[in-house]
Protein backbone atom coordinates (compact mmCIF):
# COMPACT_ATOMS: atom_id res chain seq x y z
CA UNK A 1 0.00 0.00 0.00
CA UNK A 2 1.68 3.40 -1.29
CA UNK A 3 1.56 6.51 1.14
CA UNK A 4 -1.43 7.98 -0.32
CA UNK A 5 -3.57 4.99 0.06
CA UNK A 6 -2.20 5.20 3.55
CA UNK A 7 -3.42 8.97 3.82
CA UNK A 8 -6.60 8.26 2.15
CA UNK A 9 -7.36 5.06 4.73
CA UNK A 10 -6.61 7.75 7.93
CA UNK A 11 -8.82 10.39 5.98
CA UNK A 12 -11.72 7.48 5.90
CA UNK A 13 -11.17 6.03 9.33
CA UNK A 14 -11.13 9.86 10.36
CA UNK A 15 -14.43 10.53 8.96
CA UNK A 16 -16.09 7.18 10.27
CA UNK A 17 -15.15 8.05 13.94
CA UNK A 18 -16.39 11.53 13.42
CA UNK A 19 -19.88 10.39 12.29
CA UNK A 20 -20.09 7.44 14.38
CA UNK A 21 -18.73 8.99 17.79
CA UNK A 22 -22.01 10.96 18.38
CA UNK A 23 -23.57 7.37 18.89
CA UNK A 24 -20.68 5.96 20.69
CA UNK A 25 -21.68 6.96 24.08
CA UNK A 26 -23.51 6.41 27.12
CA UNK A 27 -25.60 9.83 28.13
CA UNK A 28 -27.17 12.35 25.81
CA UNK A 29 -25.63 15.88 27.29
CA UNK A 30 -27.83 18.35 26.63
CA UNK A 31 -26.15 22.18 27.08
CA UNK A 32 -27.60 25.61 28.37
CA UNK A 33 -27.10 28.67 30.40
CA UNK A 34 -29.70 30.02 32.63
CA UNK A 35 -30.41 33.62 34.78
CA UNK A 36 -30.49 32.11 38.07
CA UNK A 37 -29.02 35.12 39.85
CA UNK A 38 -28.93 39.10 38.48
CA UNK A 39 -31.58 40.91 36.52
CA UNK A 40 -34.15 38.00 35.11
CA UNK A 41 -34.00 35.55 38.17
CA UNK A 42 -37.33 36.44 39.47
CA UNK A 43 -38.45 35.03 36.46
CA UNK A 44 -35.55 32.21 36.08
CA UNK A 45 -34.21 31.52 39.63
CA UNK A 46 -35.41 28.15 39.79
CA UNK A 47 -34.53 27.10 35.92
CA UNK A 48 -32.22 24.89 37.11
CA UNK A 49 -34.21 22.90 39.57
CA UNK A 50 -36.75 22.22 37.00
CA UNK A 51 -34.19 21.03 34.54
CA UNK A 52 -32.51 18.57 37.39
CA UNK A 53 -36.23 17.63 37.87
CA UNK A 54 -37.01 16.87 34.10
CA UNK A 55 -33.93 14.98 33.44
CA UNK A 56 -35.03 12.88 36.74
CA UNK A 57 -38.16 11.96 35.33
CA UNK A 58 -36.82 11.18 31.64
CA UNK A 59 -34.54 9.02 33.36
CA UNK A 60 -37.01 7.00 35.05
CA UNK A 61 -38.52 6.24 31.83
CA UNK A 62 -35.43 4.94 30.35
CA UNK A 63 -34.38 7.56 28.73
CA UNK A 64 -34.82 8.60 24.99
CA UNK A 65 -34.83 6.00 22.58
CA UNK A 66 -31.86 6.42 19.41
CA UNK A 67 -33.22 3.93 16.97
CA UNK A 68 -29.50 4.04 15.25
CA UNK A 69 -28.29 1.95 18.84
CA UNK A 70 -31.03 0.39 19.23
CA UNK A 71 -31.54 1.22 22.84
CA UNK A 72 -31.97 4.39 25.36
CA UNK A 73 -29.64 6.38 26.65
CA UNK A 74 -30.53 8.54 29.54
CA UNK A 75 -29.89 12.41 29.35
CA UNK A 76 -27.64 14.78 31.59
CA UNK A 77 -28.60 18.76 31.03
CA UNK A 78 -25.49 20.60 31.74
CA UNK A 79 -26.26 24.25 32.65
CA UNK A 80 -24.60 27.11 33.65
CA UNK A 81 -26.10 30.67 35.92
CA UNK A 82 -25.63 33.41 33.59
CA UNK A 83 -26.18 35.73 35.99
CA UNK A 84 -28.55 37.45 33.93
CA UNK A 85 -25.37 38.72 31.83
CA UNK A 86 -25.05 38.40 28.00
CA UNK A 87 -21.31 38.04 28.02
CA UNK A 88 -21.62 35.32 30.67
CA UNK A 89 -23.71 33.22 28.80
CA UNK A 90 -21.65 33.66 25.77
CA UNK A 91 -18.55 32.52 27.43
CA UNK A 92 -20.34 29.29 28.80
CA UNK A 93 -21.92 28.06 26.06
CA UNK A 94 -18.33 28.60 23.92
CA UNK A 95 -17.09 26.11 27.15
CA UNK A 96 -20.37 24.31 26.32
CA UNK A 97 -19.35 23.08 23.35
CA UNK A 98 -15.61 23.32 23.60
CA UNK A 99 -15.09 21.35 26.82
CA UNK A 100 -18.00 20.16 28.04
CA UNK A 101 -18.74 18.55 24.12
CA UNK A 102 -22.24 18.42 24.66
CA UNK A 103 -24.37 16.77 22.20
CA UNK A 104 -27.28 19.76 21.62
CA UNK A 105 -27.75 23.16 23.37
CA UNK A 106 -30.70 24.92 24.43
CA UNK A 107 -31.08 28.83 24.17
CA UNK A 108 -30.95 30.66 27.14
CA UNK A 109 -34.04 32.08 28.39
CA UNK A 110 -34.37 35.93 27.95
CA UNK A 111 -34.17 38.04 25.13
CA UNK A 112 -30.80 39.81 25.58
CA UNK A 113 -28.93 36.85 26.46
CA UNK A 114 -30.27 34.75 23.50
CA UNK A 115 -29.63 37.35 21.39
CA UNK A 116 -25.51 37.50 22.82
CA UNK A 117 -25.42 33.49 22.86
CA UNK A 118 -26.87 32.67 19.58
CA UNK A 119 -24.19 34.05 17.80
CA UNK A 120 -21.94 31.58 19.54
CA UNK A 121 -24.62 28.76 18.04
CA UNK A 122 -24.14 30.22 14.79
CA UNK A 123 -20.27 30.69 14.96
CA UNK A 124 -19.67 27.13 15.73
CA UNK A 125 -22.40 25.98 13.41
CA UNK A 126 -24.01 24.00 16.34
CA UNK A 127 -27.85 23.70 16.31
CA UNK A 128 -29.35 25.93 19.27
CA UNK A 129 -33.20 25.81 20.02
CA UNK A 130 -34.68 28.69 21.77
CA UNK A 131 -37.48 28.62 24.41
CA UNK A 132 -38.18 32.12 26.54
CA UNK A 133 -36.68 33.95 23.92
CA UNK A 134 -39.14 35.32 21.37
CA UNK A 135 -38.31 38.76 20.59
CA UNK A 136 -38.30 38.97 16.28
CA UNK A 137 -34.67 40.88 16.49
CA UNK A 138 -32.83 37.13 16.91
CA UNK A 139 -34.13 35.77 14.35
CA UNK A 140 -33.43 39.04 11.95
CA UNK A 141 -30.50 38.10 11.47
CA UNK A 142 -30.21 35.57 8.61
CA UNK A 143 -28.81 32.82 11.53
CA UNK A 144 -29.03 29.18 10.02
CA UNK A 145 -28.23 27.66 13.25
CA UNK A 146 -30.87 28.96 15.88
CA UNK A 147 -34.41 27.73 16.01
CA UNK A 148 -37.03 28.68 18.40
CA UNK A 149 -40.10 26.77 19.89
CA UNK A 150 -42.16 30.58 20.60
CA UNK A 151 -43.78 32.42 18.02
CA UNK A 152 -42.66 36.19 17.80
CA UNK A 153 -43.17 38.74 20.76
CA UNK A 154 -45.10 40.39 19.08
CA UNK A 155 -47.73 38.21 19.17
CA UNK A 156 -47.13 37.59 22.94
CA UNK A 157 -50.47 39.25 23.79
CA UNK A 158 -52.63 37.82 21.02
CA UNK A 159 -55.53 35.73 22.80
CA UNK A 160 -55.75 38.52 25.45
CA UNK A 161 -56.07 41.06 22.52
CA UNK A 162 -58.51 38.77 20.76
CA UNK A 163 -60.57 38.65 24.11
CA UNK A 164 -61.18 42.35 23.96
CA UNK A 165 -61.95 42.32 20.68
CA UNK A 166 -64.69 39.92 21.08
CA UNK A 167 -66.26 42.02 24.67
CA UNK A 168 -65.68 45.32 23.41
CA UNK A 169 -65.27 46.36 27.00
CA UNK A 170 -61.62 48.01 26.58
CA UNK A 171 -61.94 51.13 24.64
CA UNK A 172 -58.66 53.21 25.09
CA UNK A 173 -55.10 51.89 26.70
CA UNK A 174 -52.07 53.39 27.66
CA UNK A 175 -48.91 51.67 26.98
CA UNK A 176 -45.73 51.97 29.46
CA UNK A 177 -42.99 50.11 28.18
CA UNK A 178 -39.39 48.60 30.17
CA UNK A 179 -36.15 49.47 27.66
CA UNK A 180 -35.35 46.06 27.13
CA UNK A 181 -35.35 43.63 24.02
CA UNK A 182 -38.13 41.47 25.30
CA UNK A 183 -40.35 44.68 25.97
CA UNK A 184 -40.23 46.53 22.92
CA UNK A 185 -40.70 43.36 20.99
CA UNK A 186 -44.06 43.11 22.99
CA UNK A 187 -44.98 46.42 22.80
CA UNK A 188 -44.53 46.72 18.80
CA UNK A 189 -47.38 43.92 18.84
CA UNK A 190 -49.56 45.17 21.40
CA UNK A 191 -50.00 48.20 19.24
CA UNK A 192 -51.12 46.17 16.24
CA UNK A 193 -53.25 44.41 18.43
CA UNK A 194 -54.85 47.43 19.77
CA UNK A 195 -55.47 48.76 16.42
CA UNK A 196 -57.05 45.31 15.08
CA UNK A 197 -59.46 45.10 17.75
CA UNK A 198 -60.75 48.34 18.17
CA UNK A 199 -58.81 49.85 20.89
CA UNK A 200 -56.80 53.77 21.00
CA UNK A 201 -53.34 53.80 22.64
CA UNK A 202 -53.74 57.04 23.96
CA UNK A 203 -50.32 57.30 25.93
CA UNK A 204 -46.85 55.55 24.68
CA UNK A 205 -44.00 55.77 26.30
CA UNK A 206 -40.53 53.98 26.79
CA UNK A 207 -39.13 53.83 29.91
CA UNK A 208 -35.22 52.71 31.40
CA UNK A 209 -35.29 49.37 32.69
CA UNK A 210 -33.62 51.00 36.07
CA UNK A 211 -36.13 53.91 36.58
CA UNK A 212 -36.94 54.02 40.22
CA UNK A 213 -39.23 57.08 40.03
CA UNK A 214 -42.58 56.96 38.39
CA UNK A 215 -44.25 59.89 39.70
CA UNK A 216 -44.12 61.79 36.36
CA UNK A 217 -45.48 59.35 33.97
CA UNK A 218 -47.81 57.83 36.31
CA UNK A 219 -49.28 61.95 36.24
CA UNK A 220 -49.67 61.66 32.62
CA UNK A 221 -51.39 58.43 32.55
CA UNK A 222 -54.02 59.37 35.19
CA UNK A 223 -54.46 62.76 33.06
CA UNK A 224 -55.35 60.58 30.10
CA UNK A 225 -58.12 58.58 32.24
CA UNK A 226 -57.08 55.02 30.03
CA UNK A 227 -59.64 51.95 30.42
CA UNK A 228 -56.38 49.72 30.22
CA UNK A 229 -52.68 50.26 31.32
CA UNK A 230 -50.86 48.26 29.43
CA UNK A 231 -46.97 47.38 31.02
CA UNK A 232 -44.46 45.39 29.15
CA UNK A 233 -42.06 44.66 31.32
CA UNK A 234 -39.92 42.20 33.89
CA UNK A 235 -41.43 41.86 37.35
CA UNK A 236 -38.72 43.99 39.17
CA UNK A 237 -39.76 46.68 37.23
CA UNK A 238 -43.76 46.18 36.76
CA UNK A 239 -43.14 46.14 40.98
CA UNK A 240 -42.10 49.45 41.04
CA UNK A 241 -44.17 51.06 38.94
CA UNK A 242 -47.35 49.08 41.01
CA UNK A 243 -46.56 50.12 43.76
CA UNK A 244 -46.22 53.84 43.19
CA UNK A 245 -48.91 53.86 40.54
CA UNK A 246 -50.94 52.81 43.40
CA UNK A 247 -50.05 55.23 46.08
CA UNK A 248 -50.50 58.29 43.22
CA UNK A 249 -54.37 56.48 42.76
CA UNK A 250 -54.01 55.27 39.20
CA UNK A 251 -56.65 52.18 38.98
CA UNK A 252 -57.26 51.75 35.88
CA UNK A 253 -60.21 49.54 34.97
CA UNK A 254 -58.06 47.01 33.52
CA UNK A 255 -53.91 46.78 34.48
CA UNK A 256 -52.08 44.63 32.79
CA UNK A 257 -48.16 43.30 32.65
CA UNK A 258 -46.91 40.82 30.33
CA UNK A 259 -44.95 39.10 32.56
CA UNK A 260 -47.59 39.29 35.75
CA UNK A 261 -47.87 35.70 36.44
CA UNK A 262 -44.83 35.29 38.21
CA UNK A 263 -44.95 34.69 42.12
CA UNK A 264 -42.65 37.74 42.72
CA UNK A 265 -45.69 39.80 41.58
CA UNK A 266 -47.96 38.36 44.13
CA UNK A 267 -45.99 38.51 46.86
CA UNK A 268 -44.19 41.76 46.42
CA UNK A 269 -47.54 43.41 46.08
CA UNK A 270 -50.06 41.71 48.28
CA UNK A 271 -53.25 42.75 47.55
CA UNK A 272 -52.71 44.95 44.54
CA UNK A 273 -52.01 42.32 42.83
CA UNK A 274 -55.62 41.32 43.27
CA UNK A 275 -57.16 41.76 39.32
CA UNK A 276 -54.48 41.90 37.50
CA UNK A 277 -53.82 40.31 34.30
CA UNK A 278 -50.32 38.38 32.64
CA UNK A 279 -49.75 35.56 30.63
CA UNK A 280 -49.07 32.21 31.26
CA UNK A 281 -47.85 28.87 29.81
CA UNK A 282 -49.03 25.86 31.64
CA UNK A 283 -51.18 25.66 34.21
CA UNK A 284 -52.36 21.35 36.14
CA UNK A 285 -54.88 19.90 33.91
CA UNK A 286 -53.82 20.82 30.48
CA UNK A 287 -53.75 17.45 28.92
CA UNK A 288 -51.12 18.53 25.96
CA UNK A 289 -47.84 16.90 25.04
CA UNK A 290 -46.01 14.85 27.46
CA UNK A 291 -47.86 16.25 30.19
CA UNK A 292 -47.64 13.01 32.51
CA UNK A 293 -43.70 13.60 32.34
CA UNK A 294 -44.18 17.31 33.13
CA UNK A 295 -46.26 16.17 35.92
CA UNK A 296 -43.97 13.78 37.28
CA UNK A 297 -40.78 16.54 37.03
CA UNK A 298 -42.89 19.31 38.75
CA UNK A 299 -43.88 16.45 41.76
CA UNK A 300 -40.27 15.81 42.32
CA UNK A 301 -38.85 19.50 42.03
CA UNK A 302 -42.22 21.10 44.05
CA UNK A 303 -42.40 23.80 41.82
CA UNK A 304 -45.71 26.03 41.10
CA UNK A 305 -46.15 25.59 36.98
CA UNK A 306 -48.25 29.10 37.37
CA UNK A 307 -45.79 30.77 39.74
CA UNK A 308 -42.90 30.22 37.57
CA UNK A 309 -44.29 29.78 34.18
CA UNK A 310 -41.64 31.31 31.76
CA UNK A 311 -39.95 28.32 33.27
CA UNK A 312 -42.06 25.85 31.97
CA UNK A 313 -41.23 26.92 28.15
CA UNK A 314 -37.86 25.21 28.96
CA UNK A 315 -39.75 21.66 28.65
CA UNK A 316 -41.22 22.17 25.32
CA UNK A 317 -38.15 23.05 23.89
CA UNK A 318 -36.60 19.82 26.27
CA UNK A 319 -39.82 17.98 24.18
CA UNK A 320 -38.78 19.17 20.56
CA UNK A 321 -35.26 18.02 21.17
CA UNK A 322 -36.14 14.65 22.39
CA UNK A 323 -38.64 14.38 19.21
CA UNK A 324 -35.94 15.43 16.83
CA UNK A 325 -33.56 12.79 18.81
CA UNK A 326 -36.40 9.79 18.43
CA UNK A 327 -37.47 10.75 14.29
CA UNK A 328 -33.82 11.10 13.55
CA UNK A 329 -32.79 8.12 15.09
CA UNK A 330 -29.70 9.43 15.38
CA UNK A 331 -27.70 11.69 17.58
CA UNK A 332 -26.08 13.43 14.65
CA UNK A 333 -26.73 17.18 15.38
CA UNK A 334 -27.49 17.89 11.83
CA UNK A 335 -29.60 14.94 11.00
CA UNK A 336 -31.63 15.99 14.21
CA UNK A 337 -31.91 19.48 13.76
CA UNK A 338 -33.51 18.75 9.73
CA UNK A 339 -36.02 16.74 12.05
CA UNK A 340 -37.10 19.76 14.25
CA UNK A 341 -37.77 21.69 11.31
CA UNK A 342 -39.36 19.53 9.26
CA UNK A 343 -42.10 18.05 11.70
CA UNK A 344 -45.21 19.04 13.52
CA UNK A 345 -44.08 18.12 17.31
CA UNK A 346 -46.73 17.91 20.20
CA UNK A 347 -45.53 19.83 23.36
CA UNK A 348 -46.96 20.33 26.52
CA UNK A 349 -47.68 24.46 25.38
CA UNK A 350 -49.22 23.22 21.99
CA UNK A 351 -47.86 21.98 18.71
CA UNK A 352 -44.82 23.45 17.63
CA UNK A 353 -43.72 24.08 13.81
CA UNK A 354 -40.79 25.56 13.02
CA UNK A 355 -42.05 28.40 10.42
CA UNK A 356 -39.26 29.07 8.36
CA UNK A 357 -37.49 32.40 10.13
CA UNK A 358 -36.40 31.10 13.51
CA UNK A 359 -39.58 31.45 15.04
CA UNK A 360 -41.96 29.07 16.01
CA UNK A 361 -45.73 28.78 17.00
CA UNK A 362 -46.19 28.67 20.81
CA UNK A 363 -47.81 31.47 22.14
CA UNK A 364 -48.83 32.15 25.88
CA UNK A 365 -52.36 32.16 27.45
CA UNK A 366 -54.24 35.34 29.37
CA UNK A 367 -54.91 34.87 33.51
CA UNK A 368 -55.64 37.16 35.83
CA UNK A 369 -55.10 37.56 39.52
CA UNK A 370 -58.78 36.15 41.24
CA UNK A 371 -58.51 35.78 45.43
CA UNK A 372 -55.14 35.27 44.98
CA UNK A 373 -54.67 32.73 42.41
CA UNK A 374 -53.81 32.90 38.62
CA UNK A 375 -57.15 31.85 36.51
CA UNK A 376 -56.72 31.54 32.58
CA UNK A 377 -59.16 33.52 31.08
CA UNK A 378 -59.23 32.83 27.53
CA UNK A 379 -59.70 31.00 25.04
CA UNK A 380 -62.93 29.51 25.86
CA UNK A 381 -62.06 26.17 25.78
CA UNK A 382 -58.66 26.29 27.72
CA UNK A 383 -59.59 29.12 30.24
CA UNK A 384 -60.33 28.41 34.10
CA UNK A 385 -62.61 31.30 35.01
CA UNK A 386 -64.48 34.40 34.05
CA UNK A 387 -62.96 37.56 33.28
CA UNK A 388 -63.50 39.89 35.93
CA UNK A 389 -64.23 43.16 34.41
CA UNK A 390 -63.57 46.05 35.69
CA UNK A 391 -60.71 45.49 38.08
CA UNK A 392 -62.02 45.62 41.80
Same mark, same amino acid.
Given at each position: ? =?????????????????????????????? $?????????????????????????????????????????????????????? *?? %??? @????????????????????????????????????????????????????????????? *???????? &? !??? !?? @?????????? &????????? /???????????????? #????? %????? =?????????????? =???????? +??????????????????? *??????????????? +????????? #????? !?????????????????????????????????????????? !????? $???????????? #??????????? +?????? =???????? &?????? /???????????? @? +?????????
Amino acid at each position: M =NIWSLKLLAVVIALFGAVTSADAQDVIKIG $ATAPITGSLSSVYSIQGKLWDAWSQAQNEAGGIFVRSLNKKLPIKIIYYDDKSD *PK %TSV @KFYERLISEDQVNFLMGPPGSPIAFAASTVAERYKFPMIHGGASDPQIYERGFKYIQGVLA *PGTYWSYY &L !FDM !FG @KSKKIKTAAL &LVEDSLYSR /GVAVGVRELAEKNGIK #IIFDQ %TIPSD =NQDFTAVTAQIKQA =NPDMVYVA +TFPPFYIRFAKQAAELGLR *PKEMHCSTCSAVSVR +TGLGSEAEG #ITGEV !FWVPGMKLGDYRMTERALQISGLDPVQWTFAMISISTLEVIR !FGIEK $AGTLDREAVYNA #IQTNEIPTILG +TFKAMG =NGLGTLSP &LPVQVQ /GGKVEVIWPPEA @K +TADYKFPRQ
